[in-house]
C-alpha cells in the first residue's frame, strides 16, 4: 500500500484516491497482523471504516503473493521521460531541495533518504523550511540542531548514501535570510527562496533577490519566479540583472521540478544559460513518489540545452561539498 501511495505521489495525485489510501495505509497498521490476515481470507476488510475495494484488493495481493492491482498502479503513474531528457537524468547523482515531516514534507527523513537510494542516487540534500514560514512548520533554532543529530545518526546507518545538512530558507523582503549566521555555517547547502511579498515591484523584487544571491552562506535560488501555474502569477524583477548576480557569486539557479512550478520559464532559464549560471535540477520533493519528479526539469534542461557540467547535482558528493564551500571558486568573473 505504501508503494501505491509513492506511485500516485509522483504523478501529484493528492485527491480523494491518495487520501482514500493513507487512511487504508493507516487502519491496516493498527491491526494485528494475523487480524488483517484473517480478514482478507474471509474478505470482511471492507467492513472496516476507511478500507475500500481497492485497498482490500491490495492487501489480498500482497498476502497472496500477487500484484495486479501494483502493476497497475505503476504502469499508469510513469512520469514521462524525453530521450534528451534521459540524459540529464542518468547523470544526476542527487537531489538538492527536498522536505520531510520535520516541515511541511509527508515523509521522515529515513524514508525520504531509501526511497532517495532506490531511484539510484548517491545522496540527498534536506532542505526543510526556516522558521518564518509558520505555515510550512519552519524549523527554529532547537529543532534545527535536533534534525542535525537525527540526520547524524542516519548517516551512520545508510552508508555510504549521504544526506547533506541543508535549509530552504526565506529570503526576508530586505534580501536577509530567515537563519542565523552561525547555523547556516553548519549547513553543507543552502537553498535560497521568496515565499511572501511575491507582488513585490519590479525594482525592490530585484534588490531583495540579489542581496540574497550575493550572500556566501546561499548556494541554490530556489524557485525564483515562485508561480503557481494557473493558479499565481511569477513574481517580476529584474532577470537579466538577477541571474548575472547568480554568475557573479556563484549561486546556482534552481530548475524546479515540480509540475504545478516548472521554474523558471523557458524564457527565463534561456537568459540563465546566456548569463552563465549554474544550475541544480531539483524536485522540491514534499513526499517519496515526489523524488520522480526530476524528469521534468530533465526534460526542460534538455529542450533548452542546458550545459550538463553547469548542473551542481551532477557532481559526486565530495566535489558538490567543494563546490558549496568555495563561492569564490564558482563565481564567473564579468
Known amino acids: 500500500m505504501e508503494r501505491v501511495i509513492h506511485c500516485l505521489d509522483r504523478v501529484h495525485e493528492n485527491g480523494f484516491k491518495t487520501k482514500a489510501f493513507v487512511r487504508a495505509l493507516d487502519v491496516i497498521r493498527s491491526l494485528p497482523p494475523e487480524e488483517v490476515e484473517a480478514r482478507s481470507r474471509a474478505g470482511t476488510l471492507t467492513q472496516l471504516s476507511g478500507i475500500g475495494d481497492a485497498s482490500a484488493r491490495v492487501v489480498r495481493e500482497a498476502l497472496d503473493g500477487t500484484n495486479g492491482y501494483i502493476t497497475k498502479i505503476e504502469n499508469e503513474t510513469q512520469v514521462p521521460l524525453s530521450a534528451g531528457g534521459a540524459v540529464y537524468l542518468e547523470a544526476l547523482r542527487g537531489d538538492c531541495h527536498l522536505h520531510s ?16 537510494i532506490e531511484i539510484g542516487h548517491d545522496y540527498i540534500v534536506l532542505t526543510d523550511h526556516s522558521p518564518r514560514l509558520t505555515i510550512a512548520h519552519g524549523l527554529n533554532r532547537e529543532r534545527l540542531e535536533a534534525q542535525l543529530v537525527e540526520i547524524d545518526q542516519l548517516n551512520k546507518e545508510l552508508a555510504p548514501f549521504r544526506i547533506l545538512r541543508g535549509m530552504e530558507v526565506d529570503i526576508l523582503e530586505d534580501g536577509g535570510l530567515d537563519l542565523d549566521d552561525d547555523l547556516l555555517e553548519r549547513l553543507d547547502v543552502v537553498v535560497a527562496s521568496v515565499h511572501s511579498k511575491l507582488a513585490m ?29 494557473g493558479k499565481r502569477k511569477q513574481s ?12 557573479q557569486f556563484g549561486t546556482a539557479v534552481e530548475i524546479n521540478c515540480r509540475p504545478e512550478r516548472l521554474d523558471p520559464p523557458e524564457e527565463l532559464l534561456a537568459l540563465a544559460i546566456t548569463t552563465g549560471c549554474w ?16 524528469p521534468y526539469g530533465c526534460n ?32 564567473v568573473s564579468f
Open 101 to 116: 515531516t520535520w516541515s511541511d514534507g509527508g515523509a521522515a527523513i529515513e524514508a525520504m533518504a531509501r526511497a532517495a
Open 279 to 294: 544550475f541544480s535540477i531539483d524536485s522540491d520533493a514534499h513526499a517519496t513518489g515526489q523524488l520522480e519528479f526530476q
Open 201 to 229: 515591484e519590479r525594482p525592490k523584487m530585484t534588490e531583495r533577490m540579489v542581496r540574497a544571491v550575493a550572500s556566501p552562506h546561499v548556494d541554490i535560488l530556489g524557485h525564483c519566479t515562485g508561480r503557481l501555474i
Open 236 to 247: 517580476t524583477f529584474d532577470a537579466e540583472y538577477v541571474f548575472a548576480a547568480c554568475a
Open 300 to 331: 526542460r534542461a534538455s529542450d533548452a540545452d542546458v550545459p550538463l557540467d553547469k548542473v551542481i547535482n551532477t557532481m559526486g558528493v565530495d566535489d558538490l561539498l567543494a563546490w558549496a564551500g568555495d563561492p569564490s571558486g564558482r563565481a
